[in-house]
């Protein structure tokens, strides 16, 4: 497609449940990075792809995070037995990784509602 | 680590101009973005500093001093859909993934 696109849109769902999210870059983007927005916050990192690997995990929360990347293309962010905290918009980016200057291009993100 | 700072909100009137500060602590430093982002959307990139002055692209201007660890956002001849917040990202100069560190944004409000 033309941007990145990302699935549901929004997603509400009971604590204590797990959830998935779908990320799908634009074509030929071989980087990848999830980043969660909280409400009045910055975004903030969660997870680099380069390909289908994952060589920078550092701004995963806690262990009820993963994520991952198939064919160099889709990924999942998985969150398992949801909090409240969790509560977020989750927003995928990806990157021609043709030199420095090149900018993440964002999908709309999804709106996760923990309640 | 990285800090980076910029105004929470500001107003300004349709038509004129208005900028928007950035600044930043990094323990290195490897470019600073800004993107726009409209409520519900997707943020959407505007302008790429690596080197000192200033980056002119149609009715946006962006500047970067590195030595002040400062930028700026400047928009000109402001319209209604100018209303957004604006982020303003830097990216360390040792971290091989160009991941972003984001500032908490500026949110303009552009009146009629």
């Known amino acids: 497609g033309a941007g990145v696109s990302q699935s549901p849109s929004n997603k509400v769902t009971e604590k204590g449940k797990d959830v998935e999210l779908r990320c799908d870059p634009i074509?030929?983007?071989?980087?990848l990075y999830w980043y969660r927005q909280s409400l009045g916050q910055g975004l903030e990192f969660l997870i680099y792809?380069?390909?289908?690997?994952?060589?920078?995990k550092s701004g995963l929360p806690s262990d009820r995070f993963s994520a991952e990347r198939t064919g160099g293309s889709v990924s999942t962010l998985t969150i398992q037995r949801t909090q409240q905290e969790d509560s977020a918009v989750y927003l995928c980016?990806?990157?021609?990784?043709?030199?420095?200057?090149?900018?993440?291009?964002f999908g709309d993100g999804t709106r996760l509602s923990i309640l | 680590g990285q800090n980076i700072d910029q105004p929470t909100e500001m107003t300004a009137t349709e038509g004129a101009i208005v900028q928007i500060n950035c600044t930043y602590q990094t323990s290195g430093f490897n470019g600073l973005f800004w993107y726009q982002q409209h409520a519900g959307e997707a943020p959407t990139f505007l302008s790429y500093?690596?080197?000192?002055g200033l980056e002119e692209k149609g009715r946006f201007s962006s500047f970067l001093s590195r030595s002040k660890g400062y930028s700026y956002l400047l928009l000109k001849e402001l319209q209604m859909k100018d209303s957004a917040s604006y982020l303003c990202a830097v990216r360390d100069l040792e971290d091989s993934s160009y991941k972003l560190i984001f500032g908490s944004g500026t949110r303009l409000l552009v009146r009629p």
């Open positions: 500093n690596v080197l000192d």
């Open positions: 074509s030929g983007h071989t980087a």
């Open positions: 792809f380069q390909g289908n690997s994952a060589p920078d």
């Open positions: 980016a990806s990157r021609r990784d043709r030199g420095p200057n090149q900018p993440q291009h």
